[in-house]
């Protein structure tokens, strides 16, 4: 690994050392190692497709443990990637308040924690929902760790493209739980959040260049201008807006999904478009706007993934 020599801010800058904090603070900083705001995302894109796949209403039952097993899986895998980034978090301003930097959360405690989610999320997704789901969660949790955080993010500008196979998962997973098996359905909307990742992330990346590029991380907008990744942009959005309707021609979805297909998509064209065209432009700062499509990208996934799931209640 290619990893700089800067140590994460020691236990001491808060005047104690880990296990010596207020209980109430150590278990959040252990909730915050999960990143849980991530990981609502995840569970966005999770359950409808168990509503797609059940064609109606999934087991309740099957739903909340198939939640409980992804959070406790993605959770490991955000703590584990949280101990091996803990040098570069020391370096950003947006990752600065981390467990491990501020010292509330030590290394050892954090990588043990991240493991023991992992074996226990795979047990628990085995033994309760089925071993295909356990075997695609674990794989989901070692391509994060091993293939995007230990290989991919410090060495090449394509690193949140295949790294955000890890991403897509949920998906699989999520209707795996239901058929214990994975269809065409299931791998058209992995590729849907396969191709919304980059456009999703690139965004916040031009926002917060000067940081990664503080911390030596490669990513798109750190190697190229603003031109070039909002052009990136543009084409990851075609594709992905084109894929997000085959749904409909190979029969699992009806009218509603594609109408919201239609006219989601078509919103996120404009926004990547005009973003291109101010950066294009040689607009820079507040007003190149880049964040306004990293905010309707959170939307449009959330409005996609709802149509997925009322959509067979109207056919």
Same mark, same amino acid.
């Given at each position: ?13 808060? @005047?104690? %050392? ?25 569970? +966005? ?7 797609? /796949?059940?064609? #109606? ?9 198939? *939640?409980?097993? @992804?959070?406790?899986?993605? &959770? ?11 040098? +570069? ?13 501020? @010292? ?7 990588? /043990?924690? &991240? ?10 997704? #085995? ?7 356990? /075997?695609?969660?674990? &794989? ?11 290989? $991919? ?8 493209? =295949?790294? #955000?196979?890890? &991403? *897509? ?14 269809? =065409?359905?299931?791998? +058209?909307?992995? $590729?849907?959040?396969?191709? =919304? ?7 916040? %990346? ?9 911390? !030596? ?7 190229? @201008? ?10 990851? %959005? ?12 190979? !029969? ?13 998509? !078509? ?17 820079? #700062? ?11 990208? +959170?939307?449009?996934? %959330? ?13």
């Amino acid at each position: 690994m290619c990893v700089t020599a800067v140590e994460s801010r020691p236990a001491g800058v808060l @005047g104690t %050392s880990p296990v010596h904090r207020p209980l109430g603070t150590r278990v959040m900083a252990f909730v915050a190692l999960t990143k849980p705001r991530i990981i609502e995302l995840l569970l +966005i894109t999770t359950v409808p497709v168990m509503f797609l /796949a059940e064609q #109606g209403v999934p087991s309740l039952r099957l739903v909340l443990l198939t *939640c409980l097993g @992804g959070y406790l899986s993605a &959770g490991g895998a955000n703590a584990l990637n949280m101990y091996i980034d803990r040098d +570069i978090d020391a370096l950003m301003d947006r990752t600065s308040q981390r467990p491990l930097v501020t @010292g509330m959360v030590s290394p050892r405690e954090c990588l /043990a924690f &991240g493991l023991s989610l992992a074996v226990l999320s795979t047990l628990f997704f #085995g033994l309760l929902v089925n071993w295909l789901s356990a /075997a695609l969660s674990l &794989g989901a949790l070692l391509f994060y760790v091993v293939v995007y955080t230990m290989l $991919l993010k410090r060495r090449t500008a394509q690193n949140i493209v =295949w790294g #955000g196979i890890a &991403g *897509c998962m949920p998906v699989l997973i999520g209707w795996s739980a239901v058929k214990n098996e994975v269809s =065409w359905a299931a791998v +058209i909307l992995f $590729l849907v959040i396969f191709f =919304w990742t980059p456009p999703h992330y690139w965004p916040l %990346s031009m926002k917060v260049k000067d940081d990664y590029a503080r911390a !030596g991380v490669p990513m798109l907008p750190v190697v190229a @201008g603003n031109r070039a990744v909002a052009r990136q942009i543009v084409l990851y %959005s075609w594709v992905m807006v084109a894929v997000s309707l085959l749904l409909t021609p190979l !029969g699992y979805t009806g009218w509603f999904y594609t109408a919201v297909a239609l006219v989601a998509g !078509g919103w996120w064209l404009w926004e990547a478009h005009t973003l291109h065209a101010r950066a294009k432009a040689g607009i820079t #700062g507040v007003k190149l706007k880049e964040m306004r499509l990293f905010h309707w990208s +959170i939307t449009y996934v %959330s409005l996609l993934f709802v149509a997925v799931a009322v959509d067979p209640f109207l056919r």
